[in-house]
């Protein structure tokens, strides 16, 4: 079975840190471009970061960029997003999603800092909460 797993979602207070992790079954994260997207409620989905497999190139939207860090560890099969300095505007459901069919392998142009076409990408996990308290 195909499928992307999300985990390390919490409650923690502003100014903490969080590390999310995103593992895979049936095929193998290393081959594939990860990117992180996340959620509010009663707001549209956003890239917020993504890994490139082809060319190693890493995107951040300015909203996590500086406190937010993407990385691999194909050892393991998982892609963490490391986030610090968290703020009470991070709290979202957080994906981590890729494009089986199309191999991708590259995060630009695909994946957008910010924006987020959900159709662009056929390979979601269910989510993990982040909540941010004040």
């Known amino acids: 079975q195909v499928q992307l797993v999300e985990s390390g979602g919490g409650l923690v207070q502003a100014g903490g840190s969080l590390r999310l992790s995103c593992t895979s079954s049936g095929f193998t994260l290393k081959e594939f471009a990860i990117g992180w997207f996340r959620q509010a409620p009663g707001k549209e989905r956003e890239g917020i970061s993504c890994?490139?497999?082809?060319?190693?190139?890493?995107d951040y939207a300015d909203s996590v960029k500086g406190r937010f860090t993407i990385s691999r560890d194909n050892t393991k099969n998982t892609v963490y997003l490391q986030m610090n300095s968290l703020k009470p505007e991070d709290t979202a459901v957080y994906y981590c999603?890729?494009?089986?069919?199309?191999?991708?392998?590259?995060?630009?142009?695909?994946?957008?800092?910010?924006?987020?076409?959900?159709?662009?990408?056929?390979?979601w996990g269910q989510g993990t909460q982040v909540t941010v308290s004040s």
């Open positions: 999603a890729t494009d089986l069919i199309t191999r991708w392998d590259v995060c630009r142009p695909r994946f957008q800092p910010g924006i987020t076409f959900s159709t662009h990408y056929d390979s």
């Open positions: 890994i490139s497999r082809s060319d190693g190139s890493i």
